[in-house]
């Protein structure tokens, strides 16, 4: 989904072996599965297998703050950021922390605006000189 997600995330000791599917009967379904070890368990015995879930809404510092926590790699790409993930990775945290600053996603849309015109602005100044 776009802007919810639920994940199963295995914890750092176990081993796993992650698997995908896609299937077209009707409706277009993906599926995606985590094998473990599998594990024998005897009469009258018991066994634990710990995963964790990440049930909530992409919002970069929930999906932050539960990867650190849980010291989980990667796990900010839950976000789809594109394939420029290095402009639009560094342009989201530029203007978030704009709004957070103004309180107002105008006027940090405008003093983002200010800051990557002022970053290019050698670029810029010399293919004016060279017209």
Known sequence: DKYW??????TEKQ???PRYAYFEDGRPRYQADFLTDPITVDAGQSATVETEIFAGAKEVAKVNAYAEDRHIRLFDRLIDWGWFIWITKPMFYLIDTMYKFFGN????ILATTVVVKAVFYPLANKSYASM
């Open 5 to 10: 997600a639920v994940t199963l995330v295995p």
């Open 15 to 17: 081993p796993f072996q």
């Open 105 to 108: 996603f105008g006027l940090a």
